[in-house]
Each structure stands twice: as structure tokens, then as C-alpha cells.
T-cell receptor
């Protein structure tokens, strides 16, 4: 079974530039999550999708971050414009549904904002 | 108050010893709890889940839950060098939304 795919794996940008991350969840997983993990901290949930609908985006900085999952499969997370404090690993995870099931994480995208 | 707290610093244990990790959470209504292992530069992977008060054992790992004290712990018996990693405590806030602690680094010394 293929795991969660993410690209790119690494990205370096200047502050105020834009960046986009892509995630393809495990086949059949209806629920998709984006997390931000700053060095030395645990992952922080940014947004959760159930199929193509948003379940929770309460911790997403909506003035600069946006995410979509238009067809209920893959998803993109965008930052525009980026700030220095956005430097982090962005993790995508998926699960079968919103009940207490295991979340499977992708390899992450390491973003460095200069 | 943080949703999930893991306050211990790096833990160094000799190979074969028991590593003990602790976690407290703030929301009394939380029902499910998880321990994830994260190797340096890698993504988290689930090693234990626990839903009821008491102990749950899986191989060398034992999770303990005390909902009255809002406390979750993880014991790693017969620690191996391959157990050297950061261990993240996570709490389900509902609808499978996880709140993570900052993690505890474990170093197993051969």
C-alpha cells in the first residue's frame, strides 16, 4: 500500500514570497490533515478536511495561509506571503475517517524562509 | 495552560533499562490518547493508542492512562538503541483532531 506522498521535500524562499505544498493521501482515506511542526515542537494541526469539506481550520492563519482539497483526494497548502516564522516542516496526514483511527503521516516538506 | 504537556528534558537510558515518559492534558472530556515516535528528520509514526483507564501493553511498550489525573505515560522495557527517538504524546480533541505535546527525546546508550 502506497503511503502519503508530499512534494516538494525541501523548499527555500525569501520572505514575502509565495509557496505551495502538495499532498496525496493514502487511497481510500477520506480525512486529510495539514500540520506545521516547528523545530523542537510537536506538530500543530492547521486544517482538517473530510472529503472536500473543511472540518476544522481554527488554527490556520487565514491572512496568509490557504488550503484546498477540491476533488476530495489530493490537497494543496499555500502560504502567501511567507514570513520568517513560517520556517517549519509541513506534514500531511490521512486517515480513513474522523473517528479515532490512526493517522498516517507523509514525509513532510521542510520550508526555510530567509 | 497547554493542551498537552511533556515537560521532561532529554532522557538517557542504558541499553536494556526501562524508559519512562509522562504526559498531562488539560481537557477532561478527551477520550483517546496516542504515543507517536519520531526519528530525527522523519515523520511521526503511531506506536500506541489507549482509550480506557489502566495499562495497555504491546510488545516492549506499555501505555498507562489515568483520566482522573489527566495523565498518560509510556514505558519502554528492555530499551534498544533503535528506540532512540523523540516520543510525542497526542490527545484527540474530537473528530480525530490531534493536539501534540512538544515531545521527549530518548537516547539509549549501548
Amino acid at each position: 500500500e502506497a503511503g502519503v506522498a508530499q512534494s516538494p521535500r525541501y523548499k527555500i524562499i525569501e520572505k514575502r514570497q509565495s509557496v505551495a505544498f502538495w499532498c496525496n493521501p493514502i487511497s481510500g482515506h477520506a480525512t486529510l490533515y495539514w500540520y506545521q511542526q516547528i523545530l523542537g515542537q510537536g506538530p500543530k494541526l492547521l486544517i482538517q478536511f473530510q472529503n472536500n469539506g473543511v472540518v476544522d481550520d481554527s488554527q490556520l492563519p487565514k491572512d496568509r495561509f490557504s488550503a484546498e482539497r477540491l476533488k476530495g483526494v489530493d490537497s494543496t497548502l499555500k502560504i502567501q506571503p511567507a514570513k520568517l516564522e513560517d520556517s517549519a516542516v509541513y506534514l500531511c496526514a490521512s486517515s480513513f475517517g474522523v473517528s479515532s483511527t490512526e493517522q498516517f503521516f507523509g514525509p513532510g516538506t521542510r520550508l526555510t524562509v530567509l | 495552560q497547554k493542551e498537552v504537556e511533556q515537560n521532561s528534558g532529554p532522557l538517557s537510558v542504558p541499553e536494556g533499562a526501562i524508559a519512562s515518559l509522562n504526559c498531562t492534558y488539560s481537557d477532561r472530556v478527551s477520550q483517546s490518547f496516542f504515543w507517536y515516535r519520531q526519528y530525527s528528520g522523519k515523520s511521526p509514526e503511531l506506536i500506541m493508542s489507549i482509550y480506557s483507564n489502566g495499562d495497555k501493553e504491546d510488545g516492549r511498550f506499555t501505555a498507562q492512562l489515568n483520566k482522573a489525573s489527566q495523565y498518560v505515560s509510556l514505558l519502554i522495557r528492555d530499551s534498544q538503541p533503535s528506540d532512540s527517538a523523540t516520543y510525542l504524546c497526542a490527545v484527540n480533541k474530537g473528530n480525530n483532531r490531534l493536539a501534540f505535546g512538544k515531545g521527549n527525546q530518548v537516547v539509549v546508550i549501548p
